[in-house]
Every structure is written in structure tokens, then in C-alpha cells.
Nanobody, 117 residues
């Protein structure tokens, strides 16, 4: 059964860094477009970053461009989100998402990121 498990969230001060991990099982994440989304209380879920299955092309929301980096480790079947220069407005639940041609889609359970002094 396909599954995504996020980890690495926590409480960090403004300006700090965190690295989120998304471990896939039951399928090869290298064959999927992998994304990170986030949802803050009272707000809609928004796309943060994507890495494509073809050429590992990356894209980012304007709000995180230059601060966040998405990457994958095929040998570990894991996708990462390195988050630097964190701001209070980055506080949200972060979700991992796998998509294959919109035919197969999987979500993780989420990991909480809180940026506060």
C-alpha cells in the first residue's frame, strides 16, 4: 500500500532552518512528481514546492523562493524540503504529495512547523 510519512517539523526561531523529510513506501517516488504543500490555520492549502519526475525540475511558490529547496534521494525513496531563513508566516502544517499524471495521488499525514520567538 502506498504511503507517505513526513518528519522533521518542530518549533524554530525566526531566521532558523529546518529540513523536512517525506519517506515513501509502496511505490517509487522517483517515478512521481513530488510536492510539498502547507496549510496554516484558517487558510487554504497552498503549493510550496515541486520536483518533477522528469529531469528533477524544481519550482517554488514566490513566498519561499530563494529560501526553500526541494530535493530527492532516490536510493532512500525520500523527498526533502530544506527551509532556511524561516519567518513566522511560514508557520503551518506541511504535507507531502505524490502525483503521477493525476492518475495516482497520495498525501502524507503532515508535519507541523512553527516559527516563533
Amino acid at each position: 500500500q502506498a504511503q507517505l510519512v513526513e518528519s522533521g517539523g518542530g518549533l524554530v526561531q525566526p531566521g532558523g532552518s529546518l529540513r523536512l523529510s517525506c519517506a515513501a513506501s509502496g511505490f517509487s517516488s522517483s517515478n512521481y512528481d513530488m510536492s510539498w504543500y502547507r496549510q496554516a490555520p484558517g487558510k487554504e492549502r497552498e503549493l510550496v514546492a515541486t520536483i518533477t519526475r522528469i529531469s528533477d525540475t524544481t519550482s517554488y511558490a514566490d513566498s519561499v523562493k530563494g529560501r526553500f529547496t526541494i530535493s530527492r534521494a532516490a536510493d532512500k525513496n525520500t523527498v526533502y524540503l530544506q527551509m532556511n531563513s524561516l519567518k513566522p508566516e511560514d508557520t503551518a502544517m506541511y504535507y507531502c504529495h505524490a502525483n503521477l499524471l493525476k492518475l495516482f495521488k497520495y498525501w502524507g499525514q503532515g508535519t507541523q512547523v512553527t516559527v516563533s520567538s
